[in-house]
């Protein structure tokens, strides 16, 4: 089965740049989306489509996608940014939605 | 952002099965643009999709889940259900109800809060 891949952590200081990497064959044919989701709450979505920021997102959050790798990056990271970031895709082959296993952002 | 709710039991036991009921908050449950999916996170570990439901009826299961669960939808009460049956310890999760918009390459762009369910004896 297709499996999305994602390091477990990134630290970054304040104002620093994050980037969160998520991996998969043949990914580059796929749409990835990325979610934000905070101690005890529910995820929101973040970027759709590889780079659309979804209603309410900071510009300050942005996302790529090139070769087998899509990257969220996060300009001038706040401390509020600190979060579990996960990434998404819809295989279109088996009709599943697939999440990577997520990435603990430290700031 | 929509306001999903999930409601249910948040204690069974093993064997049993698990019912919860997302509620829609307005008339959007009959949008042709969207399926209405369930997602569940067991504690400490990420997310994992159990399936989605368009207002025709229409299912769509994650094969690893898919003997043991439904998903059926009542647009009279704008609410879609989850059914998982033949409970387990590992089956404990936080079990979300989200807004799956369906363009090709489909996400979740609206979340319920989440609800707790333990199973145990």
């Known amino acids: 089965s297709y499996v999305l891949t994602q390091p477990p952590s990134v630290s970054v200081a304040p104002g620093e740049t994050a980037r969160i990497t998520c991996g998969g064959s043949?990914?580059?044919?796929?749409?990835v989306h990325w979610y934000q989701q905070k101690p005890g709450q529910a995820p929101v979505l973040v970027i759709y489509y590889d780079s659309d920021r979804a209603s309410g997102i900071p510009e300050r959050f942005s996302g790529s996608h090139s070769g087998n790798t899509a990257t969220l990056t996060i300009s001038r990271v706040e401390v509020g940014d600190e979060a579990d970031y996960y990434c998404q895709v819809w295989d279109s082959t088996t009709f599943h939605a697939l999440f990577g296993g997520g990435t603990k952002l430290t700031v | 952002q929509l306001q999903l709710q999930e409601s249910g039991p948040r204690l069974v036991k093993p064997s049993e099965t698990l019912s919860l009921t997302c509620t829609v908050p307005s008339d959007s449950i009959f949008s042709m643009s969207y399926y209405w999916g369930w997602i569940r996170q067991p504690p400490g570990k990420g997310l994992e999709w159990i399936g989605s439901v368009y207002y025709s009826g229409t299912t769509l299961f994650n094969s690893s889940l898919k003997s043991r669960v439904s998903i059926f939808i009542d647009t009279s009460k704008n609410q879609f259900s989850l059914r998982l049956n033949s409970l387990t310890v590992a089956d404990t999760a936080v079990y979300y109800c989200?807004?799956?918009?369906?363009?090709?390459?489909?996400?979740?762009?609206?979340w319920g809060q989440g609800t707790l369910v333990t199973v145990s004896s």
């Open positions: 043949n990914i580059g044919s796929k749409s």
């Open positions: 989200a807004r799956q918009r369906w363009m090709g390459n489909n996400w979740f762009d609206s």
